[in-house]
């Protein structure tokens, strides 16, 4: 009889520590960014005051507009295996060679801090005292 007592209580304890851990495992996965999460248009100014928008169509198509100029269509690739993730932006897919390197975090569900490389040498990191190539946008729609 102490036996069984002993199995139900390591039963109990094992299946609790399994719920728990198969809640706190689908939290987990339920927050993992990925494109949906950027559809939409999103404005902002950057550190010299000057204006920026991006739009993302879908998983491949985005537009964007800097300091008043028409927006432009761009195919854009990203790895969200990062944080802050990976996004090149290019214009034609037999170019991707010749993206444009930048980096881009959701900081919440209407904030977006991206960062544009035009040398092409991106780093794992934002680089804050770049100011003329940071921006954090704000979702417009």
């Known amino acids: 009889m102490y036996i069984v007592r002993v ?13 728990v851990l198969f809640a706190f495992s689908h939290l987990a996965i339920g927050q993992t960014t990925t494109y949906k999460n950027l559809l939409g248009k999103w404005e902002g100014r950057d550190g010299r005051n000057q204006t920026g928008s991006l739009e993302f169509v879908d998983s491949s198509k985005m537009a964007m507009s800097m300091m008043g100029s028409p927006a432009r269509s761009l195919m854009y690739s990203i790895d969200f295996s990062k944080s802050p993730a990976a996004l090149d932006l290019y214009r034609d897919p037999s ?7 930048c980096l881009i975090q959701l900081l919440d569900a209407n904030t977006l801090k991206w960062q544009v490389f035009p040398s092409g040498d991106r780093p794992e990191k934002f680089d804050e005292d770049s100011p003329g190539t940071l921006i ?6």
């Open 7 to 19: 199995n139900t209580v390591i039963m109990r304890k094992t299946l609790l520590f399994t719920t």
């Open 136 to 141: 954090v946008l704000k979702r417009v729609k």
């Open 95 to 101: 170019r991707k060679g010749m993206a444009l390197k």
